[in-house]
C-alpha cells in the first residue's frame, strides 16, 4: 500500500495557487469610441443586400450582410481600426428594426487580432441602439457588455455611426 505524503506535493501545490490565481484574476473594463462606415450604393458598396423575398412596401425579412470599415473619426479618411462583419434582418412585421450579429474585428495597435462579438436589435436608421457584447476573443476573451450607437451622418451613399462600446474581460 503506497503511504499518502504528509504535505503536497510542489506540483499540487504551484496547480492549487494557479487556480486560485486565476480564479480571482482583475477584471479589466474597456471603452471603446470609434465610427462604423457603411456604405450602401456605388462600385465600393460594403453593405448588400442578399435577400429580399417580401416583394411589397415592408422590408421584413432583407437579409443585409456586411463589411464596414470602423475608424477613429467621422470623417472617411480618418485611420482604420477595424471592421464590422455580419449581418442585418429585417424582423418586425411592424416597423424597421432588425436584428444584427457582428463581428467587430480590431486590426490596429494592441487590439489587432482580437474580436468582440455584438447581438441585438437596431430600432431603425438613426438610433440611439444598444445592444449586447455577448463575447470576444484575444485580449477580449470572456467579453461582456453593451454597445451603445446611433447615427451621425446619413449621406446618398451610406451612413456612419458612432458607437461607444463598454466591455468586462480578463486579458
Ligand atoms: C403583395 O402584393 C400583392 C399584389 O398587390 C398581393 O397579392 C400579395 O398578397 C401581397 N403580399 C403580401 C405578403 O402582403
Ligand atoms: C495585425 O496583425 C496581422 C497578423 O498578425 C499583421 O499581418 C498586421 O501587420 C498587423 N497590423 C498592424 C497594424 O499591426
Ligand atoms: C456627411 O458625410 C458626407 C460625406 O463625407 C459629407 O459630405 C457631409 O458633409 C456629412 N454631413 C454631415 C451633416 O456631417
Known sequence: ?????????PSLLFLF????SSGI???KTTHLHFYFHETVRGPDATSIVVASLHKNSSTFGDIHVFDNAL????DPSSKLIGRAQGLATSSSLTDLSA??????VFTAGELNGSTLSLFGRV???TGPDDRSIVGGSGLFRLAR?????????????GYIVEF????????
Open 1 to 9: 500500500m503506497a503511504s499518502r505524503p504528509s504535505n503536497p506535493s
Open 17 to 20: 495557487l494557479f487556480m486560485i
Open 25 to 27: 484574476a482583475a477584471q
Open 71 to 74: 475608424r477613429e473619426s467621422a
Open 99 to 104: 436584428l444584427t450579429a457582428i463581428n467587430l
Open 123 to 125: 430600432e431603425g436608421v
Open 145 to 157: 457588455g453593451f454597445a451603445l450607437s446611433r447615427t451621425v451622418n446619413i449621406s446618398s451613399t
Open 164 to 171: 461607444d462600446v463598454h466591455v468586462k474581460h480578463y486579458y
